[in-house]
Structure formats: C-alpha cells, structure tokens
C-alpha cells in the first residue's frame, strides 16, 4: 500500500556526479529538492578512473564550476595528483587532470550534499514514474512511497538494468556490485520511451606492494598545480606519482588466444561499447598493428593500497586476467584485489530530449547523465547541471538556459545529443567544438559565470570577483596599448634572447602579439609596480597573443548565430513543405529543431533541405499540425 511521503518543486533520482549537480542547481535557485539515491554512502561514487578532468572533459569541469556547480571544488579537495596536460600546444587543448582520492571525494560530495540548504537526501529506489495528461508529477518508491513534485531529473548513470559481465559469469547488478535499477526501465517504456543498451567496463585492480615499481616509469604530478575551481585558493597537497608501463607481444597473445571467452566477444551480449574508452580486447584486435599499449598505475587514493590498471579494462574470465597481468613489466606478482568486468545498462535515446535535458514525450521530465548515452563523470555533471538551471527555471517561469556550441564544451555536448543522438557512448573530445579556440580551460569563467548569476546558482561574493577579475583585464590591455618599448642595444640584446629583436618603436601590446614574447617577458622589460592575480596575468596574455584568430572565431559565431536565431515553430508540418527530402521530413518530424541552425546538425537533412525551410520559414504562411 503506498503512502504520501512529502511534495516537492523538484526530484532528483540518482546521486552521481549528474544527480549531484542538478540538485545543487535546483536547490540554489530556490527550489525544494529532493535527492532519492540507492545508497547514501556511494554519493558521487566513482566507479571507473578515479581521476577527474582531461582533453575537453578538463574544460568541462571548468565550466560546471563556473555556473555554480561542485565537481570542481570537489576535486580540488581530493586530488592525490594534478597535472596540466598539452602546455607544449595552444590554449585551445590544454586541459587539467586530476587523480581523486575516491573516498575523499565520496566524502565531501555527501558533506556538501547534506548541509545545502533546500536539499532533502533521502535513500530509497525509484520504481516508477507519476504521470497523468503527458506531465510528470513525482515518482514511486520501492517501499510504496509517493513523492508528489513539479518536474523529476532522472540520473540513474549505468544502474538501469545493470547486468555485469565478467567471462561467461553475469548477473545483474549496477556498477561495483551495487543493486541495479529493474523497474524504472519497463515504467519508461510504457511510457513511450525508446530504450537501447550501451555497455562500458572496469579494469582488476590490484594491490600497491605486489607491483615492482622499479621496471614503471614515474608520472609525478605538476610542481606548482593549478585547480579546477575558481574559488580554490591555494594548498599545500604532498601528490602521489603515477606509474607507466606497457603490454607485450605476451599480454597480447594471452589476450589473443581467450577472445572468445571474453563477455564483449563471445557474440552474445549486445551491448555497444565505446570507441574511445576500448577494452583491452578491443585494443588488441582494433590496432593489432601495434606491438605494446599504455598502462598507467594509478592509486585509488591515500588510505587505501588498491591501484587502478588504466588501459587494462577486460571482461575476460577471472583466470585469464590473473595470467594476462603477469605479463606486464612490473606487474609480474602483482596480486588482483578486484577483478575487471564490464557493465552492460539501459540507455534513454537522447534524441528523445530538448535542449534544455527536458523530454519532448512527458513534460516535466527530464534525464542527465549516462543514462543519455554518455560516458565520464565530467559529462554527467555537464548534462546535470543543466537539468537542475532548466528544471528550476520552468518551475520559477524564467527562460530556458541553453547553451550554445560557441558558448560551451556542455553546449556542444547537448547539441550532439539531442539532435544527432548516438549509437555509442558519448565522449567530448576537443575535435567535436567548432570554436575550441574561444572554449578554453582559462576563460570558463568569462563565458558562464553572468549565467550562473542570473540564474541565482553563482553568488554575489563569486560574480563580485569575476567583475574585478575582468576590469583588471580589460584595464592591463589598455596600459599596454599605451606603453610604448623602443629599440636601444639593451633591449635588442633581451630580445635577441626571446628570437626576436626591435628597428623600431612598438607598444607593448603589439610585442606581445609575436609569438616569441610571453606576458612574463613584458613584465621583466616594464617592471610594473603593482603584482597582477596570475590568473589576469594568463588572460591578458591569450587575449593578446590570439586576438587575430579569436576575431576569426567570433565572426564565424555571428554567422552561426544568424541561423539559430531563425527559430521553426514547434507544430510545424514538415509534410506540408514541397522539395525537402522524405529522409530530411522523417528526420526532422522526429528530432523537431528548434532552429534552422539545429536542423542543418541533423544526420540526413542536406543543405538543400535547409535551404528551402529557411525559405519557408521567411515567407511566413507556416502549415502547422493540428493538435
């Protein structure tokens, strides 16, 4: 018999890294929220890499942080090792990593979680939905609890349905034998909803004193570390290294000789995996060109031996993973304390969302998280951040907070999604940004912290420092537009050292623009009398040095922005316009565009196609279907 268990504005369901941050974003908006989770002492749990950060994903945390979110904080509460990856390449792809103390993390996250105000945690599964008239209203609990509420975020990550594979061994479970979610998958496909299966995997883990660390090579983490967030203001943290070794013609053939044991590859499961976090399985039979792969040693964190096998995810059976680890240089006693399995889960298709990680079948509903198609934890709180602004923001009747792909990497991410979905698990990688040269891990802030502060999850303390942060900026471009640097032997001779050299007077603004000259060498030729904040220092440095291509990428923007702001009507009938394509009106009654910008992203719809409906859309005598 269920029973009335409380209302409230917004419900999360799920407490990874995307349930984390949406219900923080709802709660500090103003709404009351409630975090239903199936373990309270998991919260943010990483199951996977305990590590944070990386190419795009890096960035991504930046950009959570900067609109108000916690990963970022978080991390730098918890990190055992920071390094700032690609400093030899252009701002575009630099982008910090950081190695977690996962219990650490685990910890704050559940301290953070439990002492924000308008937040309700509460542990307990979700087994269904409440809708009625195409709206949702709240959910259902295991033990017969009724949850009334104005929307729900579903971030149930890679639990839907779980079932772990290890050899010819499964049985259904959620990731590191937490209990998997059962019901909530069959209540959405009652509901409407198209479901497929994606699958991802874990590498053994084994304990730090039967490695012979002597045959690695050390990955120590950068001397002076710079942090994910904003507001991090310097620590002293003793990091741990991490160790490099590689698989052999031996690994390999051990691999080789049981790939028709392993769960992936026995042709039974049919789950789809992702292409850029490969098992080793995959590796060896993808690049089988090459002799040896990567292997990173990497510590779980400092109260713990256990150390993560990076590039080493299997679902061998047990056996053969215990005899392909011997093979690796180091790992030769290497004693496993955690077998690797792969997972296979229930997925929503995300071209089911809009934009603004709402569903287009039930209103008031809306997902984040890997159970969109996503992997990586930077990707979930990208997508859970959103959910919780949107969420809050109908609920208030504010507009829709919708990033753009010029905006952000999570802008960027959503669009992928939404509008061409995805047949595997989805990664950010730089390559997907048209505008990476404006979306860089120095100026996250910049582009979102006056979104965050409108939205009500950035305070006033943090937006007071982002406009000084800026007025100082703007106001050291402008005294080295002023200051002049003339030639004289001295100064050629400090040049001639840099590779460059003066014939004659130039400001030091347009010197900063040769790419011999960094900020620092300025600094030592006009002695200022005042010390910048470095992080100002950076920013008037890039701002400088790129101002050229960064005009380039603005007014490729502008011209992008032009066909978003041609925006289609919701009820339009694609049917109704003469010269589309079958394929691009079938494309485009499914993902419904909400601009002419969106639908030229559409998989299937031509040029051509767009040509005409912009046409359409401008002679303004629209067909629209009826309701």
């Known amino acids: 018999m269920t029973y009335n268990a409380g209302h409230y504005d917004v419900i999360v369901v799920g407490a990874g890294h995307a349930g984390m941050e949406a219900g923080v974003a709802a709660a500090r908006m103003g709404s009351k929220t409630l975090m239903l989770t199936l373990n309270l002492d998991m919260i943010a749990f990483m199951p996977c890499n305990p590590s944070i950060g990386g190419p795009a994903k890096g960035i991504v945390v930046r950009e959570v942080d900067a609109l108000g979110g916690v990963m970022g904080k978080l991390i730098d509460k918890s990190f055992i090792q920071m390094r700032m990856l690609n400093t030899r390449k252009g701002p575009a792809v630099q982008a910090l990593r950081a190695?977690?103390?996962?219990?650490?993390?685990?910890?704050?996250?559940?301290?953070?979680?439990?002492?924000?105000?308008?937040?309700?945690?509460?542990?307990?599964?979700?087994?269904?939905?409440?809708?009625?008239?195409?709206?949702?209203?709240?959910?259902?609990?295991?033990?017969?609890?009724?949850?009334?509420?104005?929307?729900?975020?579903?971030?149930?990550?890679?639990?839907?349905?779980?079932?772990?594979?290890?050899?010819?061994?499964?049985?259904?479970?959620?990731?590191?034998?937490?209990?998997?979610?059962?019901?909530?998958?069959?209540?959405?496909?009652?509901?409407?909803?198209?479901?497929?299966?994606?699958?991802?995997?874990?590498?053994?883990?084994?304990?730090?004193?039967?490695?012979?660390?002597?045959?690695?090579?050390?990955?120590?983490?950068?001397?002076?570390?710079?942090?994910?967030?904003?507001?991090?203001?310097?620590?002293?943290?003793?990091?741990?290294?991490?160790?490099?070794?590689?698989?052999?013609?031996?690994?390999?053939?051990?691999?080789?000789?049981?790939?028709?044991?392993?769960?992936?590859?026995s042709g039974v499961k049919r789950g789809t995996g992702a292409r850029y976090c490969p098992s080793i399985e995959d590796k060896i039979v993808r690049f089988n060109d090459k002799p040896r792969h990567q292997i990173f040693?990497?510590?779980?964190?400092?109260?713990?031996?256990?150390?993560?096998?990076?590039?080493?995810?299997?679902?061998?059976?047990?056996?053969?993973?215990?005899?392909?680890?011997?093979?690796?240089?180091?790992?030769?006693?290497?004693?496993?304390?955690?077998?690797?399995?792969?997972?296979?889960?229930?997925?929503?298709?995300?071209?089911?969302?809009?934009?603004?990680?709402?569903?287009?079948?039930?209103?008031?509903?809306?997902?984040?998280?890997?159970?969109?198609?996503?992997?990586?934890?930077?990707?979930?709180?990208?997508?859970?951040?959103?959910?919780?602004?949107?969420?809050?923001?109908?609920?208030?009747?504010?507009?829709?907070?919708?990033?753009?792909?010029?905006?952000?990497?999570?802008?960027?991410?959503?669009?992928?999604?939404v509008t061409k979905g995805t047949n595997e698990p989805y990664r950010l990688l730089t390559s997907r940004a048209e505008y990476r040269l404006l979306l860089r891990h120095d100026n996250a802030d910049l582009r979102l912290t006056e979104i965050g502060y409108q939205a009500g999850t950035v305070d006033e303390k943090r937006y007071a420092k982002y406009e000084e942060k800026k007025r100082l900026v703007e106001q050291e471009k402008k005294r080295l537009n002023k200051l002049i640097i003339k030639p004289s032997a001295d100064m050629n001779k400090f040049?001639?050292?840099?590779?460059?050299?003066?014939?004659?007077?130039?400001?030091?603004?347009?010197?900063?623009?040769?790419?011999e000259i960094t900020y620092e060498n300025i600094e030592s030729i006009l002695q200022p009398d005042s010390d910048l904040p470095e992080e100002v220092k950076e920013q008037v440095g890039i701002q400088i040095k790129y101002e050229g291509y960064i005009k380039k990428a603005k007014e490729q923007v502008d011209r992008m922005l032009k066909m978003e702001d041609k925006k289609i009507p919701d009820d339009i009938d694609y049917n109704a316009i003469s010269g589309i394509a079958t394929e691009a009106k079938e494309k485009l009654k499914k993902i419904r565009p909400l601009s002419v910008g969106q639908a030229s992203r559409i998989s299937g719809v031509n040029p051509a196609d767009v040509s005409i409906l912009l046409v359409y859309i401008e002679q303004g005598d629209i067909a629209r279907v009826a309701n």
């Open 495 to 515: 040049l001639e050292d840099m590779g460059t050299h003066l014939k004659e007077a130039v400001k030091a603004y347009d010197l900063l623009k040769r790419p």
């Open 99 to 265: 190695q977690a103390d996962k219990n650490v993390y685990m910890q704050e996250a559940k301290k953070l979680l439990e002492n924000e105000e308008n937040l309700t945690l509460h542990q307990g599964m979700v087994d269904s939905l409440i809708v009625e008239d195409g709206v949702c209203k709240g959910v259902v609990t295991e033990t017969k609890a009724v949850y009334t509420s104005e929307s729900v975020i579903i971030t149930t990550g890679t639990f839907m349905r779980g079932k772990v594979l290890i050899g010819d061994v499964e049985y259904e479970s959620g990731p590191n034998n937490q209990r998997p979610t059962l019901k909530l998958s069959n209540n959405l496909e009652e509901l409407g909803f198209k479901l497929t299966r994606f699958k991802t995997g874990t590498p053994p883990r084994v304990i730090s004193h039967s490695i012979d660390y002597s045959k690695t090579e050390i990955q120590p983490g950068d001397e002076n570390p710079k942090y994910f967030s904003y507001e991090t203001i310097d620590r002293v943290v003793e990091q741990l290294p991490c160790w490099l070794t590689y698989t052999n013609e031996f690994t390999h053939q051990v691999i080789n000789d049981n790939l028709g044991m392993s769960a992936m590859y």
């Open 297 to 417: 040693l990497e510590p779980e964190g400092r109260d713990t031996d256990e150390v993560y096998v990076q590039g080493l995810s299997t679902s061998l059976p047990e056996y053969v993973q215990h005899e392909m680890i011997k093979t690796v240089p180091g790992l030769e006693n290497a004693q496993i304390m955690r077998a690797g399995y792969a997972i296979e889960y229930d997925v929503v298709v995300p071209s089911q969302l809009w934009p603004t990680m709402e569903t287009k079948n039930i209103e008031n509903l809306f997902t984040a998280g890997q159970i969109n198609g996503t992997s990586g934890y930077e990707e979930a709180a990208g997508q859970g951040i959103m959910a919780g602004m949107n969420a809050a923001a109908k609920l208030f009747g504010k507009e829709p907070i919708i990033l753009d792909r010029s905006q952000a990497y999570i802008g960027v991410m959503i669009d992928d999604l």
